[in-house]
């Protein structure tokens, strides 16, 4: 039987090339959006290719929506490879800010809510699903920005990028990243985080180095490991990111 993967905020950006770069893999991947008239655009846009995937509605807000996915994909194909905890925001709309002691506890709250809670929720929810692929693996999209060691840096290229509750949240994901690899180390899942880049995306701004076309490596390495692969380990494609 093919894989199955579910990626969430798959309709645009790094989401959507990782869906498509998957898909053309022969792995079935089902597509995750918030926004279904936008799903369905994107939809659209891989059938053109040639490329087939499902698609499923998936709001991060919604505290009912990881149930929905679950009975979606057990009803459906019973078993899940493949998670890819892709959606996130970053509600002030610039990295490169100094904000620890001016950002409010909504913005923190709600930054907290999409990047970190609902993926705990999502996890929790798939990992019965899971745990029937025969290699499951779990990738939980973080960023470079969430490297405590290289933001002590004053010399780090990522000094400047101080905006703390995107940072803050993405360093959490990778705390539940490190615990949850750790308890499942006995079993043939893998749980990892991974940097994209810095893309050109509406997270990453116009100013990022890396086309979009290019950001689906990582995910797509860390999606796709062997037996003998890493986990819980933070990367950005074959490199080792520092906690």
């Known amino acids: 039987m093919e894989k199955v993967a579910f990626i969430s905020g798959a309709n645009r950006g790094i989401g959507f090339e990782t869906t498509k770069k998957l898909a053309e893999t022969g792995v079935k991947v089902i597509m995750g959006s918030r926004d279904l008239e936008k799903g369905r ?5 891989l059938s053109s290719l040639g490329i087939d995937v499902d698609l499923l509605q998936y709001d991060a ?4 929506a990881p149930q929905k996915v679950y009975q979606y994909i057990n009803e459906k194909y019973k078993k899940l490879d493949i998670l890819i905890n892709n959606a996130g925001v970053l509600l002030t709309g610039n990295l490169f800010v100094t904000n620890s ?4 506890d909504k913005d923190v709250k709600d930054t907290f809510q999409i990047n ?7 996890t929790q929810k798939l990992l019965p699903l899971i745990k029937k692929s025969k290699a499951g693996r779990i990738v939980n999209v973080s960023t470079i920005l969430s490297s405590l060691t290289l933001h002590s840096q ?6 400047p990028a101080k905006e703390f509750a995107y940072n803050a949240s993405k360093t959490a994901l990778n705390a539940y ?3 949850l690899a750790s308890e499942l180390k006995d ?8 940097h994209p880049g810095w893309v ?4 990453g701004g116009p100013n990022a180095p890396m086309e979009v076309k290019d950001s689906y490596k990582t995910s797509m390495r860390l999606a796709s490991l062997d037996e003998d692969g890493p986990t819980g380990g933070l990367f950005h494609e074959n490199d080792i990111i520092p906690w």
């Open 41 to 45: 655009k994107a939809n659209d846009d």
């Open 61 to 64: 807000q919604d505290l009912e």
């Open 101 to 104: 002691s001016s950002v409010s």
């Open 116 to 122: 970190l809670f609902s993926v705990i929720s999502l």
């Open 154 to 159: 004053k010399d780090s290229p990522i000094a």
């Open 177 to 179: 990243t490190i615990h």
């Open 187 to 194: 079993t043939k899942i893998k749980v990892n985080s991974g």
């Open 200 to 203: 050109k995306t509406e997270l």
